[in-house]
């Protein structure tokens, strides 16, 4: 008899569950894949039970950058990760990095822990209105009722944060949900929502687009980063090359097609802009990063052919002749069947092909000039020029800063979808160490050889540097964490010994300017405190030397930092009384 009770005893204790347990199985339930977080009570167990539920978890020193990371999964692979976060003040730092996943449409889910339901409004421990904050930054926002409803809420926030335009979903968890228990059997489980439905443009629409495309003299393709997300790159390849069409990609649309394709006109981007008289948005908004359609950057006579997921995106700013409401891939399949109906290509040898030759050879001339200037401390262009040498074309290249990104987008070219990532939409910068370990993590578990290499600025280091202790706790292999453009300020800086002269003169606060920063930094030590490899780089043969070093160690992370001088700029814009809106 006491055999039989133990048994049932037994079998009583299988049938129970706790809540961390059924959000780390909800969670996998939904296939997803990895976490990001920083843990602390009350949701320490809900990492365990990820872990133990066969979800990787990395562990990171801040609550933006572990949302920055999670939300880079949503980009490169289409379906969300977790950012696991404290309640109060760790929620609140995950704000900024689920405000960047929603301007950028990338799916991710950030999971909270909080006050105790029977302490609400008393006061307690971090307690802090969560549910509501996280509606202004997301597209769901909820917390399960019961232990029963953590199922189905985890699968409605996967389901929001992919379906329409991606972005972010919360879901708050009760401290006291965390590790009370249920009977299993009275949960009501839910299976993996399917993915975002495909939705194809009206008939119509697609006709006049093409009667739009065949009568323009300056025609353009503009291909953005929901092109990249949509994994669109075979479409848009074929559209380009049936078309021929000259294209310009978005910052986050290089690769989509190689940026050394022969319809490539990115180094004549403002002229193209400018000239061109019809033009085809593919998964591109016209808002900042375009000029948002208006002039003097754009004609006020184009037309605009707008392809979007979105319906409140088409005509935003800019009224569209065409509207294309639909799944990217599919819409430009439905206008490549319309355009081969009748055999139509735009003319190679056309007048507007001709201007935009012209004006891509002037600026390389001008490009390489700059590039091969032999004085010390190096300019910019200098410093890209030899990084592009060496880099692999297979690379993921991070990169953010102010200067160091606008130019190394110019000097550095992607060859493969989804291999860029940068401060985006929102022009977020701390983004860079974040986006390169979740690209990392993401190779190293397909088994790649892939390198990840992150590009910043010694201002944008400064905001989430620390993750290099992240990189290296991990074991992440895969990461040149740092080509650490130093300028020694924010767009630029002082030489040394103007920073000394300045000592002199008295009280900092009020002397040194507010872009500065402490002159010649050596940020490279961080990453050798933790067991990487750091280098201090000064001349053209210090960075190869120390760039080819690191590509061949695959066993430790490095960083380098490349001093250059705090002087160097851009070169002159075609507009430069609007040269920090050409990002």
Same mark, same amino acid.
């Given at each position: 008899?006491?055999? *039989?009770?133990?048994?049932?005893?037994s079998?009583?204790?299988?049938?129970?569950?706790?809540?961390?347990? *059924?959000?780390a199985e909800?969670?996998?339930?939904?296939?997803?894949?990895h976490?990001f977080?920083?843990?602390?009570?009350?949701?320490?167990e809900?990492?365990?039970?990820?872990?133990?539920?066969?979800?990787?978890?990395v562990?990171?020193?801040?609550?933006?950058?572990?949302?920055?990371?999670?939300?880079?999964?949503?980009?490169?692979?289409?379906?969300?990760?977790?950012?696991?976060?404290?309640?109060?003040?760790?929620?609140?730092?995950?704000?900024?990095?689920?405000a960047n996943?929603?301007?950028?449409?990338?799916?991710?889910?950030?999971?909270?822990?909080?006050s105790d339901?029977?302490?609400?409004?008393?006061?307690?421990?971090?307690?802090?209105?969560?549910?509501?904050?996280?509606?202004?930054?997301?597209k769901?926002?909820?917390?399960?009722?019961?232990?029963?409803?953590?199922?189905?809420?985890?699968?409605?926030?996967v389901?929001?944060?992919?379906?329409?335009?991606?972005?972010?979903s919360?879901?708050?968890?009760?401290?006291d949900?965390?590790?009370?228990?249920?009977d299993?059997?009275s949960?009501?489980?839910?299976?993996?929502?399917?993915?975002?439905?495909?939705?194809?443009?009206?008939s119509?629409? %697609?006709?006049?687009?093409?009667?739009?495309l065949?009568?323009?003299?300056?025609?353009?393709?503009?291909?953005?980063?929901?092109?990249?997300?949509?994994?669109a790159?075979?479409e848009?390849?074929?559209?380009?090359?049936?078309?021929?069409?000259?294209? *310009?990609?978005?910052?986050?649309g290089?690769?989509?097609?190689?940026?050394?394709?022969?319809?490539?006109?990115?180094a004549?981007?403002?002229?193209?802009?400018?000239?061109?008289?019809?033009?085809?948005?593919?998964?591109?908004?016209?808002?900042?990063?375009?000029?948002?359609?208006?002039?003097?950057?754009f004609?006020?006579?184009?037309?605009? %052919?707008?392809?979007?997921?979105?319906?409140?995106?088409?005509?935003?700013?800019?009224?569209?002749?065409?509207?294309?409401?639909?799944? %990217?891939?599919?819409?430009?399949?439905?206008?490549?069947?319309?355009?081969?109906?009748?055999?139509?290509?735009?003319?190679s040898d056309?007048?507007?092909?001709?201007?935009?030759?012209?004006k891509?050879t002037?600026?390389?001339q001008?490009?390489?000039?700059?590039?091969?200037?032999?004085?010390?401390?190096?300019?910019y262009?200098?410093?890209?020029?030899?990084?592009?040498?060496?880099?692999?074309?297979?690379?993921?290249?991070?990169?953010?800063?102010?200067?160091?990104?606008?130019?190394? +987008?110019?000097?550095?070219?992607?060859?493969?979808?989804?291999?860029?990532?940068?401060?985006?939409?929102?022009?977020?910068?701390?983004v860079g160490p974040?986006?390169?370990?979740?690209?990392?993590?993401?190779?190293?578990?397909q088994?790649?050889?892939?390198?990840?290499?992150?590009?910043?600025?010694?201002?944008?280091?400064?905001?989430?540097?620390?993750e290099?202790?992240?990189?290296?706790?991990?074991n992440i292999?895969?990461v *040149?964490?740092?080509?650490? %453009?130093?300028?020694?300020?924010?767009?630029?800086?002082?030489d040394p010994e103007t920073?000394?002269?300045?000592?002199?003169?008295?009280?900092?606060?009020?002397?040194a300017?507010?872009?500065?920063?402490?002159?010649?930094?050596?940020?490279?030590?961080v990453?050798?405190?933790?067991g990487?490899?750091g280098?201090?780089?000064?001349?053209?043969?210090?960075?190869?030397?120390?760039?080819q070093?690191?590509?061949?160690?695959?066993?430790?992370?490095?960083?380098?930092?490349?001093?250059?001088?705090?002087?160097?700029?851009?070169?002159?814009?075609?507009?430069p009384?609007?040269? +920090?809106?050409?990002?």
């Amino acid at each position: 008899k006491s055999s *039989l009770i133990c048994v049932y005893m037994s079998e009583m204790i299988m049938a129970e569950v706790t809540g961390a347990q *059924l959000i780390a199985e909800a969670l996998k339930s939904q296939n997803v894949e990895h976490m990001f977080g920083i843990v602390g009570v009350p949701i320490i167990e809900v990492a365990m039970a990820a872990q133990a539920a066969g979800i990787k978890y990395v562990g990171m020193r801040n609550e933006q950058a572990a949302c920055y990371a999670a939300s880079a999964i949503g980009y490169l692979t289409g379906w969300p990760a977790v950012c696991l976060v404290v309640s109060g003040p760790g929620l609140i730092h995950a704000l900024g990095g689920m405000a960047n996943a929603n301007m950028n449409c990338w799916p991710v889910i950030v999971i909270g822990g909080s006050s105790d339901r029977n302490q609400e409004t008393t006061g307690a421990f971090q307690e802090f209105p969560q549910v509501e904050a996280c509606r202004l930054y997301s597209k769901f926002s909820a917390r399960p009722s019961s232990l029963e409803m953590i199922p189905a809420v985890v699968e409605k926030a996967v389901r929001s944060s992919i379906y329409g335009r991606p972005g972010a979903s919360y879901i708050d968890i009760a401290g006291d949900m965390v590790n009370a228990k249920i009977d299993r059997a009275s949960v009501r489980f839910v299976s993996c929502c399917p993915a975002p439905p495909v939705s194809q443009a009206d008939s119509r629409e %697609i006709t006049q687009a093409v009667r739009l495309l065949k009568a323009a003299r300056r025609p353009l393709i503009i291909v953005g980063k929901g092109a990249a997300y949509a994994r669109a790159e075979t479409e848009v390849r074929e559209l380009v090359e049936v078309t021929g069409i000259p294209f *310009l990609p978005t910052p986050m649309g290089k690769g989509v097609l190689p940026d050394d394709h022969p319809n490539c006109v990115a180094a004549a981007r403002s002229r193209a802009l400018l000239q061109a008289d019809v033009i085809v948005l593919l998964g591109a908004r016209l808002n900042w990063i375009l000029h948002f359609g208006f002039p003097p950057r754009f004609s006020p006579h184009v037309k605009i %052919i707008q392809v979007d997921l979105c319906a409140e995106e088409l005509s935003n700013n800019v009224r569209a002749a065409s509207a294309l409401l639909g799944d %990217i891939r599919a819409v430009v399949r439905q206008l490549l069947e319309t355009i081969r109906s009748d055999s139509w290509r735009f003319p190679s040898d056309s007048e507007w092909w001709l201007t935009l030759k012209e004006k891509m050879t002037a600026n390389a001339q001008i490009s390489k000039s700059l590039a091969l200037q032999s004085t010390l401390p190096m300019n910019y262009y200098t410093a890209f020029h030899h990084i592009s040498e060496l880099l692999p074309k297979d690379c993921i290249i991070v990169s953010e800063g102010a200067n160091t990104m606008d130019i190394g +987008r110019t000097m550095l070219l992607n060859y493969l979808p989804r291999h860029r990532l940068d401060a985006g939409t929102f022009g977020t910068m701390g983004v860079g160490p974040g986006f390169a370990i979740a690209a990392a993590v993401l190779e190293q578990t397909q088994k790649s050889t892939q390198r990840v290499v992150c590009i910043e600025g010694d201002s944008a280091f400064g905001f989430s540097g620390m993750e290099v202790e992240t990189i290296c706790v991990h074991n992440i292999k895969l990461v *040149l964490f740092a080509l650490l %453009i130093n300028n020694n300020g924010i767009y630029s800086g002082v030489d040394p010994e103007t920073w000394k002269e300045m000592e002199k003169m008295g009280d900092m606060t009020t002397i040194a300017p507010p872009v500065t920063l402490l002159p010649e930094a050596r940020y490279e030590q961080v990453m050798s405190a933790f067991g990487g490899r750091g280098y201090l780089v000064q001349t053209v043969e210090e960075l190869r030397s120390a760039l080819q070093e690191s590509l061949k160690n695959t066993q430790a992370p490095s960083l380098l930092n490349v001093l250059i001088d705090p002087a160097s700029d851009r070169k002159q814009q075609e507009f430069p009384w609007l040269t +920090r809106s050409n990002l």
